[in-house]
């Protein structure tokens, strides 16, 4: 391989590899049924189906980018995401006129984000949008003079970059924990991976033996037996998997199923209490058969920071 491609693409675990053709492997399987479903029964809409799968093969893709490839690469994808992730939230949200320049220091605080993840300076990643980000736009605001909508306007513009940004960065924040190389990687890997099949276990459980409402008023197609049944299913995963992708003892990756079960389905649920109150179904348009970017990392917002920090008190 040249030299130049080299440098964009990092070490890479035996035990990632065989995790990433695995789901390579499941893609392959989805697609093949698809196509025979559509040659089966034609008279049948698949339209839906085969764009979910389509758009499944661009998420992992890219998301194969921030686990081969170079720190850095990862880093400007993630700050993508994160921009999108935004940028889609503003769009659903009321922004005031008179708020439009402090939007700018908003999209800037994006690549100061991860700038500070590249640079690994722990503290200002943890404090600089909770913290100065909080301080810095009601005072810009201030200065436009215009007051009325004022907390509104600044509580929604805060907590959308504390989701959008600051959650989201954690993950790509777990690639910069110190350790052996690649093992950020698989740690990112973990994370995704599980709250994802928790996303699925959840619907599967809840389709088979979900009768009462989780919360009713929130997302009704959420139910109880959907929840159990998902969060004891992530935590069988992670106490399955985590001795090839992590250094969780068997005590630390039961709980660490039980985290990611448990904060997926709540971040799930927010987002879906933001929808209700704007009065929308999907986030957005942005991923064919998902809706929007929020609607896919919907429970990441909650799951990302939290393992983060669960993992980094632990192990580093």
């Not at 890479?12 to 893609?27: D, H, T």
């Not at 659903?92 to 590249?118: C, K, M, N």
């Not at 009601?138 to 306007?153: N, Q, Y």
């Not at 504390?162 to 950020?184: Q, R, Y």
Request: aromatic residues 14%; hydrophobic residues 55%; positive net charge.
């Amino acid at each position: 391989m040249p030299e130049f491609f080299r440098s964009f693409i990092s070490p890479i675990a035996p035990q990632l590899q065989y995790a990433l053709l695995a789901v390579f492997a499941l893609l392959i399987i989805a697609s093949v049924t698809v196509k025979m479903l559509g040659l089966r029964y034609p008279s049948k809409d698949w339209r839906e189906l085969k764009a979910r799968i389509n758009t499944w093969w661009w998420i992992v893709l890219v998301f194969s980018l921030t686990l081969l490839g170079h720190k850095y690469l990862a880093l400007s994808v993630f700050a993508l995401v994160s921009f999108l992730a935004f940028k889609e939230y503003l769009t659903l949200s009321a922004t005031r006129e008179a708020d439009h320049i402090v939007l700018f220091w908003a999209y800037l605080a994006i690549p100061l984000q991860y700038f500070w993840i590249g640079i690994s300076w722990y503290g200002m990643f943890v404090l600089f949008i909770p913290v100065y980000m909080l301080l810095l736009l009601p005072m810009r605001m201030v200065l436009i003079g215009e007051t009325k909508g004022f907390l509104k306007s600044a509580s929604s513009l805060h907590w959308g970059l504390m989701i959008c940004v600051f959650s989201l960065s954690h993950l790509a924040a777990l690639l910069d924990l110190p350790g052996k190389a690649g093992e950020g990687a698989k740690l990112l890997f973990f994370l995704v991976a599980l709250t994802q099949a928790n996303d699925v276990a959840q619907y599967l459980w809840g389709k088979s033996i979900g009768r009462r409402k989780a919360s009713p008023t929130v997302s009704p197609n959420k139910t109880l037996g959907g929840l159990l049944g998902g969060i004891a299913t992530t935590t069988l995963l992670a106490w399955l998997i985590a001795p090839y992708l992590t250094p969780l003892s068997p005590l630390h990756a039961l709980c660490a199923g039980l985290l990611i079960g448990t904060m997926g389905f709540i971040g799930d649920i927010v987002i879906s209490a933001v929808k209700r109150d704007l009065g929308v179904k999907d986030s957005g348009t942005l991923l064919p058969g998902h809706g929007g970017i929020l609607d896919r990392l919907d429970s990441l917002t909650y799951t990302a920071p939290l393992f983060f920090h669960f993992i980094r008190y632990l192990y580093f």
